[in-house]
């Protein structure tokens, strides 16, 4: 009987004699994942501005001049990890904090956590980058993906000799108020199907350990024999009248009698 092979109708049976339990479980761990989306996660929203660069009129020491279209492409691209990399510093999150401190935050923005919420991102054989600002609060990660349009290219122009002018903005920051780590819905699916796993692997768990023969058909695949007869189980509830007992329950295990 141990080493008998579960079947996948073993498995559908035990899913059928447990579904109402295990709709039961899913609609408790959808509810549990609800509270944890909206209680729990502290939500973030993020804020993006997205760059490119425009060498077609470079100003240098020597004065300004024209480039080529194609050459202007090329330089374009070649400029893009420059800039990320002159931005993408402490140096000049230090810059802006103090422009920030003038603005109406939420809070207060050290410059670890501030140089943390700032990613740079750049597209692959282009002249663009993208800028993503995260913060608790919509309007925080706005004012400071503003913050940084209105003082980018001041502070690249700053450190790279000959970079006035070619820094543009293709798509300006926007009031974004969906927070981005906060996916509801998934997160109930998730839930609910979790429990679902859990609380069926439970029940498949116990069928396991029950070596107990079931029913007649799962007697006749272990024994190979047909069954001819079931021996009832009698119980003390009331008494017949000739003085002994009887129960309307029947097992195929035990047969007592008075």
């Known amino acids: 009987m141990g080493n008998r092979e579960i079947t996948l109708m ?42 490119f660069i425009d060498t077609s009129v470079v100003d240098d020491t ?3 001049y024209s480039i080529d279209a194609n050459r202007n492409l090329t330089v374009s691209r070649m400029f893009v ?11 000049f999150v230090e810059e802006i904090i103090p422009k920030l401190e ?4 939420s809070r207060e923005y050290k410059a670890d956590e501030l140089y ?14 993208t800028v993503t600002v995260s913060a608790y609060s919509p309007e925080d ?3 400071i993906a503003q913050c940084i349009e209105n003082n980018a290219e001041a502070y690249i122009a700053e450190i790279r000799s000959g ?16 927070p981005k780590n906060v996916k509801t819905s998934v997160n109930i699916l998730i839930g609910a199907f979790a429990a679902a796993i859990v609380v069926f692997a439970i029940f498949f768990i116990i069928e396991i350990i029950d070596v107990r023969i079931k029913d007649e058909k799962e007697f ?11 021996i009832p189980e009698y119980s003390e509830h009331s008494r017949s009248r000739y003085g002994g007992y009887y129960s309307s329950k029947y097992s195929s295990r035990n047969y007592e009698r008075h």
């Open 62 to 64: 020597s004065g300004t």
């Open 141 to 143: 990660a706005l004012t």
């Open 220 to 230: 006749e695949e272990i024994i190979g024999l047909p069954v001819l007869g079931i």
């Open 163 to 178: 970079s006035e002018n070619t820094l543009k903005i293709a798509d300006k920051a926007r009031l974004n108020e969906s």
């Open 10 to 51: 073993d498995l559908f049976n035990i899913l059928i004699k447990r579904v109402w339990i295990i709709l039961a479980a899913m609609i408790v761990g959808g509810l549990i994942a609800l509270y944890y989306s909206k209680k729990i996660i502290v939500p973030k929203y993020e804020s993006v501005t997205k760059y």
């Open 102 to 105: 003038k603005e109406n935050l």
């Open 81 to 91: 990890p420059t800039y990320t990399l002159i931005l993408n510093t402490k140096d």
């Open 116 to 129: 943390r919420s700032i990613k740079y991102s750049m597209a692959e054989d282009s002249e663009s980058f």
